[in-house]
Every structure is written in C-alpha cells, then in structure tokens.
C-alpha cells in the first residue's frame, strides 16, 4: 500500500491532538472570560506574543498529560517491516495502522516517540526550576538584605559554580562513572532540604506571634516535606511514582546545582535595590523581623522578574536536557527523550531525516514558547 501524501498525514496528526486542541480551546475560553480577575495571567492575555507562547506551552504540557491519548502506538513497541520507513507507512497487512511520521532505526514510530518525549522533559524541568528557585530566593534574600559578610561569603560560593562552563558542569555531574560516587546523594542532601527551610521559615516569620495558627502550618510543612525530602535524597521511604532511579537524581540534582546561583545572584540584586524603599523602612519601624521582611515585603514585590526569569529558565532547563540526552545521558537509553531521539536519527540524517526532525521541531517549539511567554510576561509586568 502506498503511504499517506503529506496533506492526509497532516491531517491525520492534527485529528491525533484532537484532545489537546479541545483542553487548549477550553482554557483559553474561560481564560480569557475572567481574564480581568486573574492578575498577571489573566493580563497575559493582552499581549499576542504572550498568548502564542502561553498556547505553545500549554500545548506540550496538554500533550504530556494525554500522551496515552494522544500517541498511536507505545513508545517502546517495535514493529517488524517499519525499519527506517517513509512518513505516512502502513503497517504490513494494516490498511489502518500508519507511522505517520514513519519509523526510526528499530521499527518504532517516530511520532508516538515524540509525543511521549514531551513526558520525560515537562516531569524534570518544572519541579527542577522550583527547586533551583527555592534554593536561590533563599540564600539570595539574605545576602541582598544583610550585605556585608554574609553577602561575601554567599556570592563567593555562587561565583565559585558559575567559574565552571555551564554545558561541562553539568556533563560532569551526569556521567556514569558519578553514579557510584556519594556525590549526587551528598549534593541531593543538601539541595533538597531548601524548600523545607524556605517554607517554615515564611511561615514562621508570619505567625511567630500566633502559635495556636504557626503549629498548623509547621505541621501542614514538615510531615510531608521531610518525607519526601528522605525518599527523594536518601531513598529511605517508599515515593511509589515520585520515586527516581539514580540517573534520574543525578539530571535532577545537576538542574539544580547549575540553575542555584543564577537565580541567587537574580535574587541578590533585587533585594539590594528593593531594601531602600520606603515600604521597607515603614516594616523596620514598626518592628518587624528580618526574614518578615524578606519574605513578606521584598519578595512579594519582585515576582515579576522571578516570574519572567522561572519562564526563561524552563528553556534553558529544556536545553539542556536535550543536550544530555544527545549526549547519551538521558533518563535511559531507550527512552523517548527528545535529545536521545535527535541523536539516534542524526546518524542517518544525509539518508533518512525524519527520525530526527519531529523531536528537534518539538524542543524548539517548546523552548520558543517558553521564551515568547517570559517576553509577554516581562510586557505585563513592567504595567504593575
């Protein structure tokens, strides 16, 4: 049977987004219908380079949640006569079993590969960032605020990290050979347990003076946070599916470890401008705290280039997990991840391109999103 012209595969592969395109049409509509009462996003909506970024990301996270839906055929599954086959095959003996963006060099479809690719980079980056993000704000507030020896001693430490290539730093901490050392798990020790400190201590600060309410919130934080915090650093308690193997920690730990003092020196810098305004000194007079302060003064008030720099961030995050994925570092060697992908097609690249242009297109769109969404945000935010 002949394959699919490009028109019908085409066709074929918008009718596969079908879920994804009513999810996405169903946001935007009530998105935009109380856009008025939704702050900054609901602002978003002002901006056309901030809307075609949002749908771009939302479009790959859609697809990441629905990839069962979404996808033709598991990821792994190898099919016996698709080695190498054009877009638009059909299956030997289906007339309604078709690769539409053909197969890769072991008979699996590119597209479903494709689309469950999206699941390994959305499942690292977002919660990575986060926790890049903690660490950041953390010992950024202190070192703006305070200055002085506390901020030499700190910016020496994130200059120290940043001294390093980025792209070798992070090559470095997800080798092979690193997975039988305990530096992964001595860093994951140390990473982990900042957004613990961050939360108690922004609730503390908050209602130091209201015990009968601060108990609830210590309580709401440190049951759950401390148990994730041994299962995902130390593995000493079951996570069922939050649990990570250990090249999984290894990526993750690397995220945050080369992510921390960026953000750090972002967090730094806004808190020294921030410190000498007047709402500030209207806190220290009536006696507040420290962290009070920071937490609950400075920090609501430079979300806004937090928030832009978190969106650029994910890209670059994106990006590097591309990167090691080529590299032949990913989350494992037959998985779907889009980098990994790009690698195993580009050997025979001057022969069959298409095992390597739907992932490559796939982690460019989703980067471009991404930036065009910190761009829109940067537009809304600079109207506060």
């Known amino acids: 049977m002949e394959p699919l012209g490009w028109g019908a595969i085409f066709a074929q592969v918008f009718l596969q987004f079908a879920p994804v395109w009513i999810a996405l049409a169903l946001i935007f509509v009530v998105s935009i219908r109380f856009k008025r009462r939704l702050n900054l996003y609901g602002r978003l909506f002002d901006s056309p380079i901030g809307m075609f970024g949002l749908a771009l990301v939302l479009f790959w996270i859609l697809t990441a949640i629905m ?17 190498n086959a054009r877009p638009g095959a059909f299956l030997p003996g289906g007339e309604d079993q ?18 469950y690719g999206s699941q390994t980079v959305l499942a690292i980056a977002p919660v990575a960032t986060i926790f890049a993000f ?26 120290l990290v940043l001294a390093f290539p980025v792209i070798l730093l992070f090559y470095l901490l997800v080798t092979p050979e690193m997975r ?11 990473l982990f347990v900042f957004p613990v400190i961050f939360l108690v201590t922004l609730y503390y600060s908050r209602y130091q003076a209201r015990p009968d309410v601060l108990w609830k919130y210590l309580a709401a934080v440190l049951v759950p946070g401390l148990y994730l915090y041994l299962g995902l650093a130390y593995g000493l308690v079951p996570l069922g599916p939050l649990e990570m193997t250990p090249n999984i920690l290894n990526i993750f730990v690397a995220v945050v470890f080369v992510n921390s003092p960026t953000v750090f020196r972002i967090v730094r810098g806004l808190a020294l401008d921030i410190k000498t305004r007047d709402y500030v000194s209207a806190a220290q007079t009536r006696g507040e705290g420290p962290w009070y302060i920071m937490l609950w003064e400075i920090l609501p008030n430079v979300r806004g280039p937090l928030i832009v720099d978190f969106c650029l961030r994910l890209g670059y995050t994106t990006i590097l997990l591309g990167t090691l994925g080529f590299f032949g570092l990913g989350v494992s060697p037959e998985s779907p991840d889009w980098g ?13 391109p298409h095992p390597a242009l739907p992932p490559a297109l796939a982690l460019i769109s989703l980067v471009l999103g991404l930036n065009l969404l910190a761009d829109g945000l940067r537009e809304q935010s600079l109207k506060d």
């Open 180 to 190: 039988d050392t305990p530096i992964p798990t001595v860093l994951a020790g140390v």
């Open 67 to 83: 990839a069962d839906l979404v996808a033709a055929y598991p990821a792994l599954d190898q099919f016996s006569g698709m080695k």
């Open 134 to 159: 903690m660490v950041g704000i953390t010992l950024g507030l202190p070192a703006g605020y305070y200055a002085g020896r506390v901020d030499v001693v700190l910016s020496f430490l994130a200059n």
């Open 340 to 352: 990994m992908t790009i690698n195993e097609g580009r050997r025979l690249l001057s022969i069959y």
């Open 98 to 115: 078709v690769f539409l963006f053909g197969g890769d060099n072991l008979g699996r479809d590119v597209f479903s590969r494709m689309v």
